[in-house]
């Protein structure tokens, strides 16, 4: 259901005010109402009718962001399975790893931990368009396999697995093909209980390169 706001944007203001001004923290529904007022008018929300179902969850200033708590066993776990698992035969995890999958240092901003989870044991047949790897063939035979970074009707940008860069012409090629199946074999059966939830958190907690 959603709730319509009654107060205008003014009254949410002198609200915001008088908080400043008693340089108080506010009871909790002062808060919540400081939340919507914000979000309503500076949030993602802007220029949408105000509602409590689109704010976000308020939270208290005194209070800290709940962290996912992440122990350095469940991370040293997590690292021993990607190592003994060959993870890094296609994926980057910190400073090594090869490239014919997405990097994983970044992993948590761009997935679900549903969807990290997913992605390991029932990956999907195809992979993403981004995710795509061509095959060349050159007149002389040398086949090459990688991801295109760029290409227009002459030439072809690609990364190979170990990140070197380089342009091949088009005219050089006699097979150009598109490989868009998964090499990602499936990891349901071999990791498994605590492992994989180590797994799925630590790689949902990275959210930078070189974490
Ligand atoms: C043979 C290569 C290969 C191996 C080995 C491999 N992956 Fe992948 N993985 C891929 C590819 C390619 C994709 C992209 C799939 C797609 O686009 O749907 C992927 C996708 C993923 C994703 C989703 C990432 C995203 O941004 O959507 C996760 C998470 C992942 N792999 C984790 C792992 C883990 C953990 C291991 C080791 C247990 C592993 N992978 C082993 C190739 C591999």
Redesign the pocket.
Known sequence: MVTRLRNTADEWRSLVNDMVSRGAQGSQSDIDNVVLYLSTNFGPAKGAAPSFTQAPAPSAPTQTAPAIALSPSAIANAKR??AQ???V???RVGDEGSY???N?DD?GT??KAD??RA??VA??P???P??RQVRLVQHDGKTIVGKILNQDGYSVQMVDATGKLATYSKSGLREFSIIDT????S?GNK?TGQDLDD?VRY?SSLAEPGK
Do not use: K, S, T, Y
């Not at 998964?182 to 074999?185: A, D, G, L």
């Open positions: 399975v990607i698992n060959g993870c035969a296609c994926h014919i999958g997405p994983l992993v761009r997935r969807e990290i992605a390991i990956p999907q195809q992979v993403q981004e995710n998964n090499p990602m074999p990891f990791i797994l790689l």
